[in-house]
């Protein structure tokens, strides 16, 4: 997940700066549940109704697409508009594509569900736009370590639910995430203000919104100007690289589970995966417990990254000579360990190369360069799988951040400025 931006409009200490964190914290909680629950079911899904490995990538690909199209206008309307409208339609497009998902009986509408989702998909953008909008700056870093329990939370609750429902049908976990999602539609509309301070601060400040404004898909004049400073062109390419080794990592390693390790005298299936994938978000609660934090003020963002990327090569690599649940545990684990600090360190490195009024471009770039490599991850992952490549799906993955840490070892990493 992106870093929050830095540098976006004070709001004037009132009681009511700090009011809507709450139900801000419950909804970013209720839609991460509803992602991690269908994470690891939608591979297996899609199988179901009769699709490869490739057709299966293409699904995942589709969310990515029309989120990449649709989500800097989201963003832009929520500037003009206000958040509580832009994100009551997104979550309203959430519930749409899941409930279309659980009624699927053929591929074209899984597509269909999962580009309905992605169309509408700003969920989080929005969520972190409306805390910059209501907190001062001083408080505005602890606001947001919100958005990181949520994630930490959902990304070890999420997948066990699903593995634990789909013992009773795969439409069983849908069903669950829809629920969820009219839950999270039902605390934004009772519990969010409807009047809202950002609107209130833009007039006086003329921004657009926090850290600036930011740039529609088709600006590729402006985003170039960020690729001529060679040390935030660094920081990008390794974001870009980053972002196509995770994805190609998420896209591909149900079905490569599936394939490749037997549990109990049968393949392994949602339920295994998702509590693979529990296991996972569990080591990442523990590390962001304090010791990320601890552990960049001790090395600092740079050798933080390269340690990220070092460790994020060699085990996802190792994960396809794997054998057995058990040795897939071991890798995993120093995966999770080693590169627990390498999104947000280079998220800080990312943000400390532009400058302040920048900061909601720049996280913008991230964004749409995450996008791209959800859109083409997925596609090469897919394609490694159907031919049985399971082991070269893995060093593919483990390839693409070595490639990252060759940019980490060109440039010298650029001085620290002051926040």
């Known amino acids: 997940m992106s870093a929050p931006p830095t540098g976006a409009i004070a709001a004037p200490p009132t009681r009511r700066s700090t009011s809507p964190l709450l139900p801000i914290f419950l909804i970013v909680l209720v839609d991460v549940l509803g992602f991690t629950i269908i994470l690891p079911l939608l591979p297996f899904y899609s199988e179901r109704l009769g699709a490869s490995p490739a057709v299966v990538g293409g699904i995942i690909s589709i969310y990515a697409i029309f ?91 999420g997948p066990a639910i699903s593995g634990f429902l789909a013992a009773y049908g795969y439409q069983a976990p849908v069903l669950a995430a829809c629920v969820l999602s009219f839950t999270s539609i039902l605390f934004t509309f009772f519990m969010l203000p409807r009047r809202e301070l950002m609107q209130e601060r833009s007039a006086e400040d003329g921004n657009t919104g926090p850290g600036g404004k930011r740039l529609s898909l088709i600006s590729w004049g402006e985003y170039r100007k960020y690729f001529r400073n060679r040390e935030l ?62 552990i960049v003020k001790w090395l600092g963002e740079s050798r933080v990254v390269q340690i990220g990327f070092l460790s994020t090569f060699v085990f996802y690599a190792a994960i396809g000579f794997t054998r057995t649940i058990g040795e897939l545990l071991w890798v995993m684990a120093a ?71 060759f940019f980490q070892s060109r440039v010298r990493p650029a001085p620290r400025t002051a926040s």
């Open 67 to 157: 989120q990449l199209i649709a989500g800097p206008i989201l963003g832009q309307i929520s500037d003009r508009i206000g958040r509580r409208p832009v994100l009551l339609v997104s979550q309203m497009g959430t519930l749409a594509g899941f409930l279309l998902l659980a009624v699927s009986t053929r591929i074209w509408m899984v597509f269909l569900a999962r580009a309905i989702d992605g169309a509408t998909a700003g969920n989080l953008s929005i969520a972190q736009a409306y805390i910059s909008d209501v907190t001062e700056p001083a408080n505005r870093a602890k606001s947001f370590a919100l958005i990181g329990v949520a994630f930490g939370f959902g990304f070890l609750v």
């Open 233 to 294: 062109a660094r920081l990008l390419v390794q974001w870009l690289f980053f972002a196509l080794s995770f994805s190609t990592f998420i896209a591909g390693f149900a079905l490569f589970a599936e394939r490749r390790y037997q549990w109990n005298g049968h393949a392994v299936g949602v339920r295994e995966v998702g509590y693979i994938f529990a296991f996972n978000g569990f080591i990442g609660i523990i590390m962001q417990g304090g010791l990320i934090g601890r």
């Open 335 to 405: 995966a999770s360990i080693l590169g627990a600090g390498l999104r947000p360190a280079l998220t800080s490195l990312v943000t400390q190369s532009a400058g302040r009024g920048e900061q909601g471009v720049i996280l913008g770039l991230t964004q749409s360069l995450t996008s791209i490599a959800q859109i083409t991850a997925p596609l090469i992952a897919g394609f490694l799988i159907d031919k049985e490549l399971l082991t070269t799906w893995a060093i593919w993955a483990g390839i693409l951040a070595g490639i990252a840490l």
